[in-house]
């Protein structure tokens, strides 16, 4: 089993920073690609955010300048530091990571996309 436990969000008044986190935690062989999506209520999921293995980038446009997503190999961990925080910002933000595991059973390794349970971002003054 694997788990993608988030933390850090919170109520943060406009042009405030927070800064989440994401720990993977299970029978984990390696971890590539992980990455942060949002999704308002009424709206779609948005992706904003990845970050390759080898600490490459990228970023949504709307969150491009005022977010960065990092990485620590070693706690298996992602993170997404916000900062300028709009109106615009407020949702429910999600990681995921692709992940192989290994099947304690079997010894089989098998890969897939795993995601958290989500945190709420708010931002009012």
């Known amino acids: 089993q694997v788990q993608l436990v988030e933390s850090g969000g919170g109520l943060v008044q406009p042009g405030g920073s927070l800064r989440l986190s994401c720990a993977a935690s299970?029978?984990?062989?390696?971890?590539?690609?992980m990455g942060w999506y949002r999704q308002a209520p009424g709206k779609q999921r948005e992706w904003i955010a990845a970050?390759?293995?080898?600490?490459?980038?990228n970023y949504a446009d709307s969150v491009k300048g005022r977010f960065t997503i990092s990485r620590d190999n070693a706690k298996n961990t992602v993170y997404l530091q916000m900062n300028s925080l709009k109106p615009e910002d407020p949702a429910v933000y999600y990681c995921?990571?692709?992940?192989?595991?290994?099947?304690?059973?079997?010894?089989?390794?098998?890969?897939?996309?795993?995601w958290g349970q989500g945190t709420q971002v708010t931002v009012s003054s």
């Open positions: 299970g029978s984990i062989a390696s971890i590539y690609d």
């Open positions: 995921n990571a692709d992940i192989t595991m290994i099947a304690i059973a079997t010894a089989k390794v098998h890969r897939s996309t795993y």
């Open positions: 970050i390759t293995s080898g600490g490459n980038t």
